[in-house]
């Protein structure tokens, strides 16, 4: 069993930044790649980004790229994600999840255990 929290969400100006954090407990923390996906109200669930298990590769959706860095601390058992240039689209609730394996994906079929999500408002 692995669980995950979410942290950070908030409410912030366009152009501002916030970083989302994801803690997790379980499962050897090391030995899975994490990602994080986002969802907006009446949307589907969207890839962000994601990092391997030991943070020597990342990957992000085209929509972030440039403005988010998502990184790991593998000794505090975190993944964050530090959001710059924050636009009114990037609204949504943001969720970070386990995956399957070491090396993660954008599709989420590839993960299988999520937290239970932090909201992000970015105001124009």
């Known amino acids: 069993q692995v669980q995950l929290v979410e942290s950070g969400g908030g409410l912030v100006q366009a152009g501002g930044s916030l970083r989302l954090s994801c803690a997790a407990s379980?499962?050897?923390?090391?030995?899975?790649?994490v990602g994080w996906f986002r969802q907006a109200p009446g949307k589907e669930r969207d890839f962000v980004a994601a990092?391997?298990?030991?943070?020597?590769?990342?990957y992000y959706a085209d929509s972030v790229q440039g403005r988010f860095t998502i990184s790991r601390d593998n000794v505090k058992n975190t993944v964050y994600l530090q959001m710059n240039s924050l636009k009114p689209e990037d609204t949504a609730v943001y969720y970070c999840?386990?995956?399957?394996?070491?090396?993660?994906?954008?599709?989420?079929?590839?993960?299988?255990?999520w937290g239970q999500g932090t909201q992000v408002t970015v105001s124009s």
């Open positions: 990092i391997n298990w030991s943070g020597g590769a990342t």
């Open positions: 379980g499962r050897t923390f090391s030995s899975y790649a």
């Open positions: 999840a386990k995956s399957r394996g070491l090396r993660p994906g954008p599709s989420i079929n590839e993960y299988d255990y």
